[in-house]
């Protein structure tokens, strides 16, 4: 199958379900824009990083194991794959029962340190007991069920309950937020039950017309934990995981500069970074939907054809980013409009998302360079680089800009400088091993 074809195959599906998940994020934050109170958004915004330590999680187990599983199919070791999925799967499960009891035992110093205030709060709290306490085992799991249907090229049925849980998330939005004035706990628990819907599709799938003809085995007591295979998932996901991480550790510095100035600042730059989130999702869309397709054909030592997946994967990213600059460079007050009717907001927002925007196309390539570090086992090289980015450029220049330079502003300048250098050491990674250590590799097989 042509480049092209192939890549059109993986990705449009993928796109897709990130594109819905786009739209319910988005429809979040513009129901709950339409009560009216700052101090609503920026509870969201307060509370939506932690949130996001589940897709961290998800990813962890999730891509790691859709790592493991697409390079053993390309090397046909047909039971190491069934190994993989069932470690990967019950894995995440303990895991993240663990983390959701340790978040409700520590959930007031982690809301306070992260810039929650005595109006935030209360809403904050509500938010996580839903999506996070109680919803964190559905969550996680779907992801990694969504990578092992991937994994072995189900990529439609990935993205269809992807996709199932979002729009039903969206459809139940208005009843719980207006209809039972459940305000920011009816956004999250409408986020929990499409989440629980997506998994029971994704199981439904497995056992019913996936099973017979899978290698991917999800029974708890047919194989003993291997922690080879175990230590090969979470190295492989490790990378991705961090980002999430990293980015988070971010979300928490940023929020709790900006909490300083007002909640017309925090709600604004949580507006940004739901439209921010539009580039980001569509890079992981890109990215997860060739990583089984890289995967596959590292494993079969087809450097040449992992190489123009990748460039074909670049050009799609490279036109989304650059189109979603533009419209934010000139519609930026009626994007934040969108989401709330306050003018302290808007002007806040709309400056913000016009420095934040121009980041998109060096860090959609940087992020995309990293997953397919991943894709071919070279963890390694992907974890250092988001560690430097992030650790090592992003927060000092937010802190020293936002303080000495341009206060509240500092902190989207310093991401687009942040992102400028690291574009640099993306370009000097993906050459790394993409080019020079397959070319080795060709050589020795020559």
Partial sequence: MPVPQAVTHFVVPALLSTIITILYNLTDTIYIGMLGDPNQIAAMSISFPVYLFLNAFGTLFGLGTNSVISRSLG???YERVSRAAAIGFWSSFVFTILVSIALNLFKHPILT?????????????????WVFVIGGVPTVLSIVMCNLLRSEGHAKQASFGLMLGAVLNISLDPLFIFGFKMQVAGAALATMIGTCISL?????????????????????????VQ??????????????????ILGNIGCFVQNHIISRYSEFAVAGFGITMRIAFIGINCTHGVAQGVLPLIGYNYGAK??????????FAVKILLTISVLLLVCCKFFSHGIVRMFIDNKETIEIGARM?????????????ILLTSTLCQAVGEWQYSLGMLAFRQLMLNIPLMLLLDRFVLPIYGVPLGQLICDIFSL???????RKVFYESMQAVEAVAA
């Fill in 200 to 224: 029971i599709y994704f199981l439904s799938i497995y056992f019913f017309k996936m099973k017979a003809n899978s290698y991917i085995n999800l029974h708890p007591f047919k194989y003993r």
């Fill in 227 to 244: 922690w080879p295979i175990l230590k090969e998932i979470i190295l492989a996901g490790l990378p991705s995981c961090s980002l999430t």
């Fill in 353 to 365: 998302l016009r420095i934040y925007m121009w980041c998109m196309p060096f860090m959609s390539f």
């Fill in 113 to 129: 340190a992260v810039g929650a205030t005595a109006g935030t709060y209360n809403d904050a709290c509500d938010y996580l007991k």
């Fill in 75 to 77: 090397e046909k070791q």
């Fill in 424 to 430: 640099f050491i993306a370009l000097y990674v993906y």
């Fill in 302 to 311: 087809n450097f040449q054809r992992v190489r123009d997946v990748n460039k």
